[in-house]
């Protein structure tokens, strides 16, 4: 894993979104994994930017999303369906069929799907408090293929922010398996925030382990971190020589 420390959240969204523009530039039909949730919102918007600036063509990307709550239309403004179609896909020219999330009715044919993309080239990855990756909560196995996951009450708390209520946060969800993202030919893990700076700390300082998720990024060839000071401020604290 290499490391870039960002100067703020949105250096790292910047950078993030200077990459897949990179990566689409080099390959038009470009596979790109997406990420919801908090952290890659700034880097969806630079992405606009540059699309409304340079028009930068999406018009071969395909994209799978990482993951998808079960229980929710895709029309619910909860759903990662809508939030990839209001942070990113309606501003851009990728064609709607070139869109794709796990479902529960497809199950592990998501697995042949992206197979049949040619795989993917690109993955933006966020980081859970706990160190999920994708909905893979701690304890999951690092075999694990696309499937139906349960969340866990962190997970669910902190996404509950978004919901009316807790009690309306789905308790399942269908996530890309562990060994489906570590098939991702480069990987980038975005982390951002006081409140990822305890698990960049573990990911960065504990072995390789099933309860620990986002460590078996350890052992794929091409993963970028890219972290801002905020998460960056426990490792920093504790391992400072790391840096020096
Ligand atoms: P966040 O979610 O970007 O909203 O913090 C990341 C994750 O849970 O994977």
Do not use: W
């Not at 501003?91 to 992206?114: A, D, M, R």
């Not at 139906?148 to 919901?163: E, H, Q």
């Amino acid at each position: 894993m290499k490391l870039i420390e960002a100067a703020s959240y949105e250096k790292m969204s910047e950078k993030a979104a200077e990459l897949v523009i990179e990566q689409i530039k080099r390959k038009a039909n470009t596979v790109l994994g997406l990420a919801t949730g908090g952290t890659p919102v700034g880097m969806y918007k630079c992405l606009t930017e540059d699309y409304q600036n340079k028009q930068t063509s999406y018009e071969q990307v395909n994209t799978v999303n990482l993951d998808e709550y079960v229980g929710l239309s895709k029309e619910d403004p909860n759903s990662y369906a809508y939030y990839m179609k209001e942070h990113l896909f309606k501003h851009i020219n990728i064609p709607p069929g070139q869109t794709f999330f796990p479902s529960k009715e497809q199950g592990e044919q998501y697995e042949e799907l992206i197979a049949s993309l040619g795989g993917i080239d690109l993955q933006i990855l966020g980081i859970g408090e706990n160190g999920h990756i994708g909905f893979n909560e701690p304890g999951t196995s690092f075999h694990s293929k696309t499937g139906i996951v349960k969340l866990t009450d962190s997970t669910r708390m902190a996404n509950a922010r978004y919901f009316a209520s807790i009690k309306e946060v789905p308790t399942h969800a269908v996530s890309m398996g562990i060994a489906t993202i570590m098939q991702s030919k480069k990987i980038i893990l975005l982390v951002s925030g006081k409140q990822k700076a305890n698990i960049l700390h573990r990911l960065f300082t504990e072995d390789v382990k099933e309860a620990l998720p986002a460590s078996i990024l350890k052992t794929h060839p091409n993963v970028l971190v890219i972290a801002d000071q905020d998460a960056l401020s426990v490792l920093k604290e504790q391992e400072g020589s790391v840096f020096q």
